[in-house]
């Protein structure tokens, strides 16, 4: 038996590992893939304090040698559901493990537009994080897909950055904020494709442009440095869905406290309900959820 089970190697998950580990806790790590999460797709981070210029494999590869330096356990199996009850049970595609309490910590992926090339272009000209990925674009041309709040943020975000910001958008109304979308239409470096679809992509080693369909067959290209997509995201969540509470989108419903719904589970990063997700906010869940995790365990608080 284990003291915490910790569900994805992520950002969130390696750094509740550490912290558990550095209070002397025994840790186990299950992860379905690989230790990283979607960082490890990341060229390069920018925006980590005193880690500049570090590719993301880079960066997941010493976090996850700092927990198994610790001494967290990590195995690599896909997490099927959790028993509740004084000891948790976390049943796998390799069997079953017991822990004392659990952190839930599967993230979320990214949406996709389904493109040929797209997986390829990754990093290499399409971002699906403005905030991550913007400060590559300066004085450059970038399209934005989406028309929810994420989207026409990213948006802003890059009109203060790019040389042109394209946003391409299905429909003829955007989903999102009606204050934020005026605030978009007011930018001269902003130009609104509505009514349209990306259906394909223009590259060779890099992005150069999109191909663009209009909801009449009409179809266009437009030269671009970088495309961010922003159609939403689906968190991890699904082995969960019958214990503990998850909000309408199918994000874990837990508080800046990392709490759950059920006492001894936690949830951590990108797959619990939040304003901002990032890798700084993925590792400071992280290092909450460990925190409460040790407070359960030792009867503090609960």
Do not use: W
Request: net charge negative; proline share 3%.
């Amino acid at each position: 038996m284990y003291d915490i089970i910790i569900i994805g190697a992520g950002p969130a998950g390696m750094t509740a590992a550490i912290y558990a580990r550095r209070a002397e806790k025994s840790v186990l790590v299950l992860e379905a893939r690989s230790y990283g999460g979607q960082i490890v797709s990341t060229p390069e981070i920018e925006n980590y304090p005193a880690a500049p210029h570090i590719s993301g494999f880079d960066f997941a590869t010493k976090v996850y040698e700092q927990a198994v330096e610790l001494g967290a356990e990590f195995r690599f199996e896909r997490v099927t559901g959790i028993t509740d009850g004084s000891v948790k049970t976390v049943t796998t595609s390799g069997g079953s493990y017991e822990g004392r309490a659990v952190i839930i910590a599967t993230g979320s992926e990214c949406r996709r537009l389904g493109l040929p090339g797209e997986d390829k272009l990754a990093g290499r000209g399409i971002s699906y994080c403005a905030t991550c990925d913007g400060g590559f674009f300066r004085k450059k041309d970038v399209a934005v897909v989406g028309g929810g709040n994420t989207a026409l943020e990213d948006a802003l975000y890059l009109s203060g950055l790019a040389r042109t910001v394209y946003v391409i958008h299905r429909r003829d109304s955007f989903r999102g904020d009606g204050a934020t979308a005026a605030r978009l239409r007011s930018k001269d470096n902003v130009k609104l494709v509505l009514n349209s679809r990306v259906t394909a992509l223009e590259y060779g080693d890099r992005l150069t442009g999109i191909e663009v369909t209009d909801n009449d067959g009409g179809v266009s290209s437009i030269p671009l440095d970088g495309l961010f997509i922003a159609v939403g995201r689906t968190p991890e969540n699904a082995p969960f869905a019958g214990l503990i509470e998850l909000d309408g989108a199918g994000y874990v419903s837990a508080s800046e406290n990392c709490r759950t719904s059920v006492p001894g589970i936690f949830a951590a990063g990108d797959n619990r309900t939040k304003e901002v997700r990032q890798l700084v906010t993925a590792a400071a869940d992280g290092a909450v959820a460990a925190g409460e995790a040790i407070k359960y365990l030792e009867g503090s608080g609960f």
